[in-house]
């Protein structure tokens, strides 16, 4: 799976759409829609961010871990 399919399947499972998850994080609709098509390859600070707001690890978005 990849890093933008692993952002699109934990964004559903918190019941937001891509202009809300946008922004949370105070980014443009388009920077975050990279993200999740992979046209775009999110930054060590954009990974935490993301990962404080769906309450995962950065490993577990990276897919090197697989528990939430």
Sequence with gaps: MSIGSKLRELREAAGMN???V???LD???TTYNNY???AREAGSE???K???LYGVSVDYILENDTQR
């Design 22 to 24: 946008a922004e949370k």
């Design 36 to 38: 999740e098509t992979n």
């Design 27 to 29: 980014m443009p609709y």
């Design 46 to 48: 954009t990974l935490k």
């Design 18 to 20: 891509k202009r809300e």
């Design 50 to 52: 993301l990962a404080q």
